[in-house]
């Protein structure tokens, strides 16, 4: 089997995973990132990006962002945090902060806002909706990642084939989420991995 053909088995195999996931409520037995071990080449640290002028701290902890009245299309987000070393950190904290459907931020309280903790395995499960368009930006996502005692990572997550990507000076392709088929699914399931320094 080429190198192509497993990484292509790799990510087939991911893909069912957040399908998975959303059916038994847990994100359990996620495999790490291809790159680790697929090919023998260590990951990469995820990019950094500005966390925008819409950071809020102390949100709430929850792993769903869904909020009453939400029309938009659902999200489940899952994956894992680990090291170059692909290694998992466990308890890495997640915070997440979007726009809404019709592209605004809510900065009074905490609508489309909150963080979540990785389990010990690394992996994380988090179900909010797609969120919409901020003027001047391509659809995203804003991730603070941190280990534990460690330097926090912000970036911001991208979906694949959205028209204004190109147009988006920030847009990064390594920092889209890979998405499974529908096949039925209750909302779009997508992965992401993120690797820390370390």
Not at 28 to 34: A, F, H, K, S, V
Not at 50 to 71: C, F, I, K
Not at 137 to 163: C, D, K, M, S, W
């Amino acid at each position: 089997m080429t190198p192509a053909e497993r990484r292509r088995r790799l990510l087939a195999a991911g893909f069912a995973l957040p399908l998975l996931a959303w059916r038994t409520g847990a994100a359990q037995g996620l495999r790490p990132t291809p790159a680790c071990g697929a090919d023998g080449t260590a990951p990469s640290a995820t990019p950094p990006q500005t966390a925008g002028p819409y950071y809020m701290p102390n949100s709430p902890q929850r792993g769903v962002l869904v909020e009453a009245g939400d029309s938009a299309p659902r999200l489940l987000l899952v994956g894992r945090v680990l090291t170059t070393a692909c290694r998992p950190v466990a308890g890495a904290l997640l915070d997440v902060w979007h726009c809404d459907a019709e592209g605004h931020y809510d900065n009074a309280g905490f609508r489309h806002r909150g963080h979540l903790f990785a389990d010990a395995s690394g992996a994380y499960r988090l179900e909010t909706i797609v969120p919409g368009l901020y003027p001047g930006r391509t659809r995203h996502i804003h991730i603070r990642v941190q280990a534990p005692n460690g330097r926090p990572l912000t970036t911001q997550l991208y979906f694949p084939e959205e028209p204004d990507n190109a147009g988006d000076g920030l847009w990064q392709r390594r920092l889209e989420i890979t998405f499974a088929p529908r096949a039925g699914a209750p909302a779009q399931a997508g992965r992401f991995d993120f690797v820390l320094d370390g």
